[in-house]
T-cell receptor, first 105, second 113 residues
């Protein structure tokens, strides 16, 4: 099956900082998605981004499908951005191990 | 539009028992997928149903089964529970005709004692 690798595994940010999360896929996927899991376990779909760039407020994502990777950008981070960020894709929507983000005041 | 509804939210069962979890997808969505999340293994795909047919299956033992009804509601069943089945079980619904991906429910947290 498809392997999904996320980096970094952990990220500690001061409020207001910017950051970039990366997701690599072992094979092409046409349904790449980014999710945020809050401390209560709820998974929120941030982006459906098989290719190209999308923006939603302070978050944006870019997928380079030909090179099998995607980037999630968090700008001007806030404490509410804390949680685990997952990318996922493939026929069985394979998930990466996630990036644990902690934003400190 | 109502979201994905999973019931129950929490469940405690004894080893050897069986359990049934329920998932009601977003109205109009015909695809439902199930995932198991544990601290050690992360998010693992269990199975996907579309229009009452199992379309994909993950690498779980036969104790894990599921089904989907004509109204797209889905259930998953775990028989002969083991301690290692303790996990957060998440279901997601999607509409393959629309490009916005999967919407997840709040999950059922199963504890096996």
């Amino acid at each position: 099956g498809i392997q999904v690798e996320q980096s970094p595994p952990d990220l500690i940010l001061q409020e207001g900082a910017n950051s970039t999360l990366r997701c690599n896929f072992s094979d092409s996927v046409n349904n790449l998605q980014w999710f945020h899991q809050n401390p209560w376990g709820q998974l929120i779909n941030l982006f459906y981004i098989p290719s190209g760039t999308k923006q939603n407020g302070r978050l944006s994502a870019t997928t380079v499908a030909t090179e099998r990777y995607s980037l999630l950008y968090i700008s001007s981070s806030q404490t509410t951005d804390s949680g685990v960020y997952f990318c996922a894709g493939g026929m069985k929507l394979q998930f990466g191990a996630g990036t644990q983000v902690v934003v400190t005041p | 539009k109502a979201g994905v509804t999973q019931t129950p939210r929490y469940l405690i069962k004894t080893r050897g028992q069986q359990v049934t979890l329920s998932c009601s997808p977003i109205s109009g969505h015909r695809s439902v997928s199930w995932y198991q999340q544990t601290p050690g293994q992360g998010l693992q795909f269990l199975f996907e149903y579309f229009s009452e047919t199992q379309r994909n299956k993950g690498n779980f033992p036969g104790r894990f089964s599921g089904r989907q009804f004509s109204n797209s509601r889905s259930e998953m069943n775990v028989s002969t529970l083991e301690l290692g089945d303790s996990a957060l079980y998440l279901c997601a619904s999607s509409d393959p005709a629309q490009d916005y991906g999967y919407t997840f429910g709040s999950g059922t947290r199963l504890t096996v004692v």
